[in-house]
Nanobody, 118 residues
Framework: QVQLVESGGGLVQPGGSLRLSCAAS????????MGWYRQAPGKQRELVAT???????NYSDSVKGRFTISRDNTKNTVFLQMNSLKPEDTAVYFC????????????WGQGTQVTVSS
């Protein structure tokens, strides 16, 4: 059974930082591109960042320079370090695992709420 368990969300003031974690089980972690997506109220889910097993990264323009995605292949965990947070970063953040070669094989976590507000 595949499980992606996110943690680290919460309430933070503008300009603050948060670090999200996603622990994966039930998959061969190195076979998967790991990613973070987010969905704000009334909006579609959007890509935040992805990282391959060889640590190639990709970011949306809205978070480039502020967020950093990383992974620990020994602990089957992916991280999202979020700095200089803005109110528009408020959303539910979802962890995603997508097989590097079988793109139809993809899994989602349950999501973690990030709220940026003073």
């Amino acid at each position: 059974q595949v499980q992606l368990v996110e943690s680290g969300g919460g309430l933070v003031q503008p300009g603050g930082s948060l670090r999200l974690s996603c622990a994966a089980s039930g998959i061969i972690f190195n076979d998967y591109v790991m990613g973070w997506y987010r969905q704000a109220p009334g909006k579609q889910r959007e890509l935040v960042a992805t990282v391959t097993s060889s640590r190639n990264t990709n970011y949306s323009d809205s978070v480039k320079g502020r967020f950093t995605i990383s992974r620990d292949n020994t602990k089957n965990t992916v991280f999202l370090q979020m700095n200089s947070l803005k109110p528009e970063d408020t959303a539910v953040y979802f962890c995603n695992a997508r097989h590097a070669f079988m793109v139809s094989r993809a899994y989602w976590g349950q999501g973690t709420q990030v709220t940026v507000s003073s």
